[in-house]
């Protein structure tokens, strides 16, 4: 029971920090639902346009790298 209480004190702490750092007020969770889902949505588009290009330039590289690991587990494997 209490390793339960002391988890859920930690999960509402993180949670609390994590919309404290995306500037979300408990207050307006309550009373204004729609805008706070708006809000969000507003961030995570923006996370993904900040991050786009950096998984493009990143897939230059481990892309090509995968296929070719791949081929050549899929060459190594015994023939059934």
């Known amino acids: 029971m209490v390793g339960w ?3 859920t004190l ?3 702490f ?4 994590v919309l404290s750092f995306l500037r979300i007020d408990p207050a ?7 805008q706070t889902v ?4 507003a961030l995570m588009i923006d996370a993904g346009r900040w991050a786009l290009p950096y998984i493009l330039i990143g897939a230059v590289v481990v892309v090509p790298l995968s ?3 791949l081929v050549l587990r899929w060459r190594s494997r015994p023939p059934s």
């Open 38 to 41: 708006q809000d969000i949505v």
């Open 28 to 34: 307006s969770i309550l009373t204004n639902s729609w």
């Open 10 to 12: 930690v999960l509402c």
């Open 14 to 17: 993180v949670v609390g920090f």
């Open 67 to 69: 296929v070719i690991g």
């Open 5 to 7: 209480i002391i988890r």
